[in-house]
């Protein structure tokens, strides 16, 4: 499907989803509206012509949508199956159970039209999802613009005989460049770069007058490196360091065409399609992935079965995973946090990457929807508004797709634009595995 058809696909599930709303809320408030009498009560949905009309309507136009999108299975997973019969008002029944089988018709309209209302945000969240690759692929590239400039330069460190220069680095996605939201959306960095005494030496660089030119090359060595790491959607390393053994005998550079790195130096970087589809793809881990829970690989999930769902209350989860990834500092719980836990000592691929936990133990019951993160999901947007690189939505028990659905397409929106972040969704039985593994169950 290419751009357009998911503009327009998204469009129109979103006119739905709001038709669907209004109609769920006239519902409700013809329910919320029934006399204490209830037996006065005469409101009942089949007399109310327009509201069927518009509800029959919203049910036709779904299935038109998702047939002329291709997609005419998902019609005969949910609007295609039989509607919700309203309770029958039988003769004999007192006015009061006819009341009351009035007002559960209005229910169980509005609890139909709130189901329709949850598939299409749904299929919202999958469109958007695929808008956020196919429309940059469709462009070509992504481009980001790179500001970087000299912060301050030591001759000589006064531990070693490196030579030491500091830089100030900003990047941000070229779209948003003169925008409102250039600054919320800038990354910022700061490298330590430096060069041994013996390679300088090596490079003729080991003379007084020659500090200008040091400079230079790391400048320009800087440069590479944010380069590199910015197409290929890597952290920046916060301290490079050039030495006889990870160099060329001779300097590869020819100084007299490095810029002068006392003026702020600003360039635009492109991420081709491979490196930008390669980013998307990799973006969600698993607990296999994550070294800090290394040992839950031991266990497999039949082991965990006969201890789900589990009895653990958030705290006590969010003080087992402090105990096992290394956090000495436990966060308290309170009302306006960003994050249940965010910490620095979880371990990827043999590094240190900086997460951000939403932890949700047994006070929240069944299954974890969207409906349960927050207010609308706003828990999932506070989550991956933490400037951190692993997103992680923990669960008891079951975690509902969408939730899922909600976290990776936010996820994919900021490695899209060059963010380099990542997701991990725990439900009961990885919970269970790594718990088990550490020995706290």
Same mark, same amino acid.
């Given at each position: 499907?290419?751009?357009?058809?998911?503009?327009?696909?998204?469009?129109?599930?979103?006119?739905?989803?709001?038709?669907?709303?209004?109609?769920?809320?006239?519902?409700?408030?013809?329910?919320?509206?029934?006399?204490?009498?209830?037996?006065?009560?005469?409101?009942?949905?089949? =007399?109310?012509?327009?509201?069927?009309?518009?509800?029959?309507?919203?049910?036709?136009?779904?299935?038109?949508?998702?047939?002329?999108?291709? =997609?005419?299975?998902?019609?005969?997973?949910?609007?295609?199956?039989?509607?919700?019969?309203?309770?029958?008002?039988?003769?004999?029944?007192?006015?009061?159970?006819?009341?009351?089988?009035?007002?559960?018709?209005?229910?169980?309209?509005?609890?139909?039209?709130?189901?329709?209302?949850?598939?299409?945000?749904?299929?919202?969240?999958?469109?958007?999802?695929?808008?956020?690759?196919?429309?940059?692929?469709?462009?070509?590239?992504?481009?980001?613009?790179?500001?970087?400039?000299?912060?301050?330069?030591?001759?000589?460190?006064?531990?070693? =005989?490196?030579?030491?220069?500091?830089?100030?680095?900003?990047?941000?996605?070229?779209?948003?460049?003169?925008?409102?939201?250039?600054?919320?959306?800038?990354?910022?960095?700061?490298?330590?770069?430096?060069?041994?005494?013996?390679?300088?030496?090596?490079?003729?660089?080991?003379?007084?007058?020659?500090?200008?030119?040091?400079?230079?090359?790391?400048?320009?060595?800087?440069?590479?490196?944010?380069?590199?790491?910015?197409?290929?959607?890597?952290?920046?390393?916060?301290?490079?360091?050039?030495?006889?053994?990870?160099?060329?005998?001779?300097?590869?550079?020819?100084?007299?065409?490095?810029?002068?790195?006392?003026?702020?130096?600003?360039?635009?970087?492109?991420?081709?399609?491979?490196?930008?589809?390669?980013?998307?793809?990799?973006?969600?881990?698993?607990?296999?992935?994550?070294?800090?829970?290394?040992?839950?690989?031991?266990?497999?999930?039949?082991?965990?079965?006969?201890?789900?769902?589990?009895?653990?209350?958030?705290?006590?989860?969010?003080?087992?995973?402090?105990?096992?990834?290394?956090?000495?500092?436990?966060?308290?719980?309170?009302?306006?946090?960003?994050?249940?836990?965010?910490?620095?000592?979880?371990?990827?691929?043999?590094?240190?990457?900086?997460?951000?936990?939403?932890?949700?133990?047994?006070?929240?019951?069944?299954?974890?929807?969207?409906?349960?993160?927050?207010?609308?999901?706003?828990?999932?947007?506070?989550?991956?508004?933490?400037?951190?690189?692993?997103?992680?939505?923990?669960?008891?028990?079951?975690?509902?797709?969408?939730?899922?659905?909600?976290?990776?397409?936010?996820?994919?929106?900021?490695?899209?634009?060059?963010?380099?972040?990542?997701?991990?969704?725990?439900?009961?039985?990885?919970?269970?595995?790594?718990?088990?593994?550490?020995?706290?169950?």
């Amino acid at each position: 499907m290419n751009l357009n058809q998911n503009t327009y696909k998204l469009n129109r599930f979103q006119a739905l989803l709001q038709r669907a709303y209004e109609l769920a809320d006239y519902a409700r408030s013809k329910f919320d509206s029934a006399p204490l009498a209830i037996g006065r009560y005469r409101g009942h949905v089949e =007399d109310d012509k327009e509201f069927c009309r518009q509800k029959e309507q919203l049910r036709v136009e779904i299935k038109s949508l998702l047939e002329q999108t291709g =997609d005419p299975l998902a019609y005969e997973r949910l609007i295609a199956r039989p509607e919700r019969r309203s309770p029958s008002i039988k003769q004999g029944y007192s006015p009061a159970w006819k009341g009351i089988a009035r007002c559960r018709c209005w229910w169980d309209a509005k609890d139909e039209l709130l189901e329709i209302a949850d598939y299409l945000e749904e299929s919202i969240l999958k469109t958007e999802s695929q808008q956020v690759t196919s429309g940059q692929m469709e462009a070509g590239c992504v481009q980001k613009r790179v500001a970087f400039h000299l912060l301050r330069k030591n001759k000589m460190d006064w531990a070693t =005989d490196n030579f030491e220069c500091l830089f100030d680095v900003a990047v941000v996605d070229s779209r948003f460049v003169g925008q409102p939201r250039e600054r919320r959306e800038t990354d910022f960095y700061r490298i330590k770069v430096g060069m041994t005494w013996e390679l300088r030496v090596n490079w003729g660089l080991d003379d007084d007058s020659a500090e200008m030119d040091i400079v230079k090359v790391l400048f320009e060595h800087s440069r590479e490196h944010i380069v590199e790491r910015v197409q290929k959607g890597l952290q920046f390393e916060d301290e490079l360091l050039l030495t006889t053994q990870n160099s060329p005998d001779y300097c590869p550079y020819d100084i007299s065409r490095i810029a002068d790195p006392a003026t702020p130096v600003s360039f635009v970087v492109s991420l081709d399609n491979q490196d930008l589809s390669r980013q998307v793809q990799g973006i969600e881990l698993f607990v296999e992935d994550i070294d800090s829970f290394s040992k839950a690989r031991n266990v497999q999930p039949q082991e965990v079965k006969a201890l789900l769902p589990l009895n653990l209350s958030e705290d006590e989860i969010q003080t087992f995973f402090e105990e096992i990834i290394g956090e000495n500092f436990h966060q308290e719980d309170w009302g306006g946090e960003l994050n249940d836990l965010v910490t620095s000592q979880v371990k990827v691929g043999e590094k240190r990457v900086r997460a951000a936990f939403l932890l949700k133990g047994s006070g929240t019951r069944g299954k974890l929807t969207i409906a349960k993160c927050g207010k609308n999901g706003d828990q999932i947007i506070r989550l991956v508004e933490a400037p951190v690189d692993l997103y992680v939505i923990q669960h008891i028990g079951e975690i509902d797709q969408r939730v899922i659905y909600g976290l990776r397409s936010k996820v994919q929106l900021k490695v899209s634009e060059g963010q380099r972040c990542q997701m991990c969704v725990l439900d009961g039985t990885e919970t269970a595995r790594i718990l088990k593994a550490y020995g706290k169950i």
